[in-house]
């Protein structure tokens, strides 16, 4: 894999929102140094599992594997934690200053097929539009109970047929976006420009094939193309691998957070099942794994990272624990182990079948 940071000439800033995020924290970041990215810029809210505290080391002291990172206290003054904090994001100076913007939360993972495997291969192999959006692929629990600290991405190696998520061949995304992009406002999926904009001045968009976005997404007229297109054939370049659920532990310790879009959102069976659909197998993004081992073993021997990594983990392991002694968190958590790795429909289509 290149060494980006010795010989990039693009400055990639990284924007997101968390919320007891704490023991994926430093993975993420050493994963998308790796791709690239050069700066970091987080908006936390009400953290109890040491997220903040992390962040905060983070930012006084940078490390070579993880780059710059900007930790900043969510500025919303509402319930729309994740809009709020974009549009303080578009202001601020490592965003400004970047010359691409990459928005995604901290269990989206960009798979670059291509090239050196980084983002600025991808987006030489999309022909350097001024915004690239890759589809999601959904990676499924698949049996995984045990919340165990390593890396989420040598854990879940099945999802979805990647061109169908339940009955949709269309498959939401999230956005590169060119620093000269003619932006109105950042989305959480995608950017925006004006409606007014002439045709003419309209951007240079593409898929992670280097396909021109279809024409409903591009302008964002029709509500279902809002944020989603079909996945077929658009992945020739990238995937963005989304561990949704991870480990059940984890699952139920992200119910009792909420997220970070809508204060005390419940994921439930639905959401559960819709992405715990395990009928393919994907282990692409292994090739990244060494690498990524070699600099969280970098990055945990500073003695203060380590012991606020070891903290984050230590209190979402008491807080699983605390809430499997609820009786509701308790059946919630028999009751999804139980289910079929199958999207909803599909095993009542199969017993009604016979099979």
Request: proline fraction near 7%; include cysteine.
């Amino acid at each position: 894999m290149a060494d980006i940071k010795a010989g990039a000439t693009r400055r990639i800033t990284a924007v997101t929102c968390v919320k007891n995020e704490g023991p994926f924290l430093l993975e993420w970041m050493a994963f998308h140094c790796l791709l690239g990215v050069t700066d970091f810029l987080f908006y936390s809210n009400d953290c109890t599992d040491g997220t903040d505290r992390l962040l905060d080391a983070l930012a006084a002291s940078p490390h070579p594997d993880i780059g710059n990172v900007v930790h900043l206290p969510n500025p919303a003054e509402g319930r729309n934690y994740q809009m709020e904090a974009l549009k303080a994001a578009a202001k601020h100076p490592v965003v400004r200053q970047a010359d691409w913007v990459w928005i995604a939360d901290v269990d989206e993972f960009l798979n670059v097929h291509v090239g050196d495997h980084t983002i600025p291969a991808l987006i030489a192999a999309c022909g350097d539009p001024q915004a690239i959006s890759i589809n999601f692929q959904f990676f499924a629990s698949d049996g995984v109970a045990d919340f165990v600290d390593r890396p989420v991405i040598a854990q879940f190696m099945r999802s979805h047929n990647p061109d169908i998520w339940c009955a949709e061949t269309s498959i939401e995304v999230k956005s590169l976006v060119r620093h000269d992009f003619p932006l109105q406002y950042f989305g959480a999926h995608r950017p925006f420009f004006r409606k007014s904009l002439p045709e003419d001045r309209r951007p240079d968009w593409t898929d992670a094939s280097g396909r021109r976005v279809p024409p409903k997404f591009l302008t964002a007229d029709n509500p279902r193309r809002i944020r989603k297109f079909p996945a077929a054939g658009s992945r020739q370049f990238a995937t963005l691998n989304h561990y949704a659920l991870r480990s059940l532990d984890s699952y139920l310790v992200k119910n009792d957070r909420g997220d970070v879009n809508r204060e005390g959102r419940v994921f439930d069976d639905t959401y559960w099942r819709e992405r715990n659909d395990a009928g393919y197998e994907d282990r692409s993004i292994l090739r990244y794994l060494p690498a990524l081992e070699d600099a969280l073993d970098r990055i945990k021997s500073d003695p203060k990272i380590a012991r606020l990594h070891g903290e984050c983990v230590r209190l979402h392991r008491e807080k699983r624990d605390a809430l499997m002694t609820q009786p509701a968190y308790a059946e919630m958590y028999a009751h999804l182990a139980a289910l079929p790795a199958l999207p909803p429909g599909e095993a009542e289509l199969m017993e009604a079948l016979g099979l």
